[in-house]
């Protein structure tokens, strides 16, 4: 079943605006992961926050996690035309054998 | 290194035929995976390994089979294929800690069943 849900589904923005994308979940999570995908090709890791932590960064991304709200947004800071691509949010949910579980993606166009 | 690697990148079956699709990694991970992705439905995990010689199914097995006889290597294959089962398949790895861990994908293989 699909965890993740992110929000919006598709988002065009201006090269150097804020990027923010956003992804909200059913259930409790170990942990909660971004990636991004380039067209056609393997998706790759942005960042992984754990459920006792509320932010954290990585270069121009900045991953917020809200576990009483369940949600949790990822921002692009001072967007590129090279940040054009569809980014997932993928839960793992607490318990063993529990799986890492994608949404559907959301599909970020930077204009230059 | 060359991280993970898919062979093929492409193919076209007719319905009924089989083929095997090679996942290779480098990194001497633990975990395996393999998912499909459809327009649509975000990525679905069809199969999985958690070590050398073991396999286990995920939320879509049903018409594929997999083998780990080598810990770098995860083979998914299909017996008969269907036009269902046309779509984009991803393998990945990761460490020790499985699922909770980051996944390191491939580039995917593009797979058309008519």
């Known amino acids: 079943s699909q965890q993740g849900e992110e929000d919006p589904q598709a988002l065009s923005i201006q090269e150097g605006e804020n990027a923010t994308m956003n992804c909200s979940y059913k259930t409790s999570i170990n942990n909660l992961q971004w990636y991004r995908q380039n067209s056609g090709r393997g998706l790759v890791h942005l960042i992984l926050?754990?459920?006792?932590?509320r932010e954290k960064h990585s270069g121009r991304l900045r991953v917020t996690l809200d576990t009483s709200k369940k949600s949790s947004s990822l921002l692009i800071t001072a967007s590129r035309a090279a940040d054009t691509a569809s980014y997932f949010c993928?839960?793992?949910?607490?318990?063993?054998?529990?799986?890492?579980?994608f949404g559907k993606g959301i599909t970020l166009s930077v204009r230059p | 290194n060359a991280g993970v690697t898919q062979t093929p990148k492409f193919r076209v079956l007719k319905t009924g035929q089989s083929m095997t699709l090679l996942c290779a990694q480098d990194m001497n991970h633990e975990y395996m995976y393999w998912y499909r992705q459809d327009p649509g439905m975000g990525l679905r995990l069809i199969h999985y390994s958690v070590g050398e010689g073991t396999t286990a199914k995920g939320e879509v097995p049903d018409g594929y089979n997999v083998s780990r006889l080598k810990k770098q290597n995860f083979l998914l294959g299909l017996e008969s294929a269907a036009p269902s089962q046309t779509s984009v398949y991803f393998c990945?790895?990761?460490?020790?800690?499985?699922?909770?861990?980051?996944?390191?994908f491939g580039p995917g293989t593009r797979l058309t069943v008519l």
């Open positions: 993928a839960t793992v949910e607490t318990g063993a054998n529990s799986k890492l579980t």
């Open positions: 990945a790895s990761s460490y020790l800690q499985g699922f909770t861990d980051t996944q390191y």
């Open positions: 926050i754990r459920s006792n932590e």
